[in-house]
C-alpha cells in the first residue's frame, strides 16, 4: 500500500508485478512416459478417481484411447486480447506447439505463450485483413493470405520470405499438400488454385464453383482436394489434372469450413444452415447429422487423438461432438457431448487443439482469444462459458491485482477493500476464500462468536468478548462488508462480521 502511494506522488508508474501461471502443463506427458517403463504390462493405464488428489495422475488424451470424455476441453482457463482490439479471424499453434499463433482483421500477427497464455510479440504481417494461415507439415515455414488476395511466406521466427498477388479478390482458405510441395488456395473469386511453393508459380486453377469460394483442404495423406463454396456444394477435386471428383448437395447454405478427420476417412462441414455435417468418403455417403447450433456454423475442428468433433457458431458457442455415442433414434440427431453456449460474445471463426488434445483455442469476432483445458478429476464442470471474472491477459498487461489463496485479491487500494465483501460477499453469500478447514466460515455463529452472517448491528464487545477483552479487541471488527480484519478498512453501511481468525487470547467465546 505504502509503495502504492509512493509510486503515485513522485508520479512514476510502477511495474505490475503477478505470478504467471500453467495450466495441465504438458499434458501429463513426463508422468505418462515414466509409466510406460514402469507399468505392469503394455496395456496398464490407472484410471483416474474423481478426487483432487488424482489430478496429478492425469495423464494426455493419447493414453486414454477408448476414452474420450479426458479430452473435452470445456473448462475456461485465459483470455487474451491485443492492446488496438479487433477481430480475430484465425489461430494456429506453431510446430513446436509452445505457442500460439493469431491473424486478425488489422493485418497483424500475435503470437502468445501456449503455457502461461502472455503476449509474446506482435507484427504487422500484411497490409489488409489476415483471411487464413498454416504452418506446412515440417513446420519449417508459414504461409498465409489476406484480404487483398495477397500470399506471403514467412519463417518461424516471422522473418518474411516472399509476397505476390495471388488471387484478385480475397482468399479464404489455404492448404498444403502432405510433401509440401504443392499448397491449394480458395478465393473470393470462385476459383481454387494450386500452387508450387518453392517457385511460388501457380500450376492449376480448378474452376466449377458458381460463387465464393470459402474454404480448401488438402487430404493429410492423399492426392485429393476438398473445397465448399458460397454455392451450398461440397466437391472433391483430383489436384493433378483439376477435374472435380463428385459434388455434395446436402447442405442448403454456405459452407463456412471443412475439416478432414486425421485418419482421412471423415470430412466435417460447417454452414450456415446451421448444422454440421459429417461425409465418409470411403462410400462417399453422409455419416452423420449434427444439429445444435442456434445460428449459422463458423468454424470446425477435429481432435487429433479421439474422434470429436469441435464446432464455433455465430452465436458464440462452442459445442464439443462425439461420433462414438450412438444415435437414439434413426430419425433423431446426436446430442452434443459438451456445451459451451457463452464461451464469445460474438462469432467464433477459428478453433485449433493443441497436437496433444489438452487445451483448445478458440479465436472470435469480440475481439478475444480464449484458452480452453480438460476438466480436471474431482472438479465440479461447469458448462456455459467463460465467468464474468475471467482471466485475462492484455497486451499492455494492465492488471496488477494477485490471488492469494485464503486471502482474496492482493494488491488492492485500501479504500476498495470495504466493496470487495469480505468473509460474505455482496448480500451475504458466503465466499469461498473465508471457507478455513475446521473453523468453518468466518463470522458463524457455530463458533461461538454470535454475530450473525447477515447485515445488522454489531453486538456490545463486552457480551462477545467479555471486558477483559474488550479494550484489547477494540476496532478489530471489519467494516460494513469489510475483511473483517481491522476496523481500519470500515466504513458505514451493512453487517459486520467478526475476524476470520478468531477471538485472540483473553476473551471470553
Given amino acids: 500500500m505504502m509503495s502504492a502511494r509512493q509510486g503515485a506522488v513522485d ?23 515414466l509409466m510406460r517403463k514402469l507399468r505392469p504390462n503394455p496395456t496398464y493405464v490407472p484410471q483416474p478417481r474423481p478426487a483432487l488428489p488424482y489430478i496429478i495422475d492425469l495423464l494426455p488424451p493419447k493414453a486414454y484411447p477408448d476414452n474420450a470424455s479426458t479430452s473435452l476441453c470445456t473448462k475456461f482457463v485465459h483470455t487474451s486480447t491485443n492492446k488496438i482490439r479487433c477481430p480475430v479471424n484465425v ?37 489488409t485483413a489476415v483471411r487464413t494461415m498454416t504452418f506446412n507439415h515440417s513446420g519449417a515455414f508459414l504461409a498465409s493470405a489476406d484480404q487483398s488476395g495477397i500470399i506471403k511466406y514467412f519463417q518461424p521466427n516471422m522473418n518474411n520470405l516472399t509476397a505476390w498477388q495471388g488471387h484478385r479478390e480475397a482468399i479464404r482458405g489455404l492448404s498444403f499438400s502432405p510433401d509440401d510441395r ?58 493433378r489434372t483439376g477435374t472435380a471428383l463428385a459434388t455434395l448437395h446436402q447442405h442448403k447454405n454456405t459452407i463456412q469450413a471443412l475439416a478432414w478427420s486425421p485418419n482421412g476417412n471423415l470430412v466435417a ?7 454440421v455435417r459429417v461425409f465418409d468418403i470411403r462410400a462417399m455417403k453422409e455419416f452423420k447429422v449434427l444439429k445444435g447450433h442456434k445460428k449459422e456454423v463458423c468454424s470446425v475442428t477435429w481432435h487429433p487423438v479421439h ?39 460474438s462469432n467464433v471463426w477459428s478453433l485449433a487443439f493443441h497436437p496433444l488434445g489438452h487445451i483448445l483455442v478458440s479465436a472470435s469476432n469480440d475481439h478475444t482469444t480464449r484458452f480452453w483445458a480438460r476438466e480436471r478429476p474431482g472438479e ?44 460474505y460477499g455482496r448480500g451475504g453469500e458466503p465466499q469461498s476464500d473465508d471457507y478455513i478447514p475446521g473453523f468453518g466460515f468466518a463470522g458463524d455463529n457455530s463458533t461461538g462468536g454470535g454475530v450473525s452472517r ?45 475476524s476470520r481468525w478468531g477471538p485472540r487470547r483473553g476473551g471470553r467465546y
Avoid at 92 to 119: D, H, I, K, M, Q
Wanted: net charge negative; aromatic share 8%.
Fill in 182 to 239: 504443392r499448397f491449394a488456395t480458395a478465393s473470393d473469386d470462385s476459383t481454387i488454385r494450386i500452387w508450387s511453393f518453392e517457385e511460388s508459380r501457380e500450376e492449376r486453377v480448378l474452376t466449377g464453383h458458381g460463387w465464393d469460394v470459402r474454404c480448401v483442404e488438402w487430404h493429410p495423406t492423399k492426392g485429393l482436394l476438398v473445397s465448399g463454396s458460397k454455392d451450398n456444394q461440397i466437391k472433391f477435386w483430383d489436384p
Fill in 91 to 127: 489461430v494456429v499453434w506453431t510446430p513446436e506447439a509452445r505457442r500460439v499463433l493469431t491473424g486478425s482483421t488489422s493485418g497483424e500477427f500475435t503470437l502468445w505463450n501456449g503455457l502461461t497464455f502472455n503476449f509474446e510479440t506482435i507484427l504487422q504481417a500484411h497490409d
Fill in 454 to 498: 447477515q447485515g445488522g448491528p454489531l453486538p456490545p464487545q463486552e457480551d462477545v468478548f467479555g471486558r477483559d477483552g474488550a479494550d484489547e479487541w477494540s476496532g478489530r471488527s471489519g467494516g460494513p462488508g469489510g475483511s473483517g480484519y481491522g476496523g481500519g478498512h470500515g466504513g458505514g453501511g451493512g453487517g459486520r462480521q467478526q
Fill in 269 to 275: 462441414s460447417a454452414s450456415r444452415d446451421q448444422t
Fill in 380 to 423: 465440479s464442470e461447469k458448462a456455459g462459458g467463460a465467468p464474468a471474472d475471467q482471466d485475462q491477459d492484455d497486451q499492455d498487461d494492465d492488471d496488477d491485482q494477485q490471488m492469494v489463496p485464503g486471502m482474496g485479491w492482493w494488491g488492492k487500494e485500501e479504500d476498495s477493500l470495504p466493496a470487495m465483501g469480505g468473509a
Fill in 307 to 345: 474422434p470429436l468433433i469441435v464446432t464455433g457458431g455465430s452465436e458464440g458457442s462452442i459445442l464439443h461432438w462425439d461420433l462414438t455415442t450412438p444415435t437414439p433414434t434413426l430419425t433423431s440427431s446426436p446430442t452434443p457431448r459438451a456445451s459451451l453456449p457463452t464461451a464469445h460474445d
Fill in 11 to 33: 508520479g512514476k508508474a510502477l511495474k505490475k508485478i503477478r505470478p504467471r501461471r500453467t495450466v495441465d502443463y504438458g499434458g501429463g506427458m513426463g508422468r505418462w512416459a
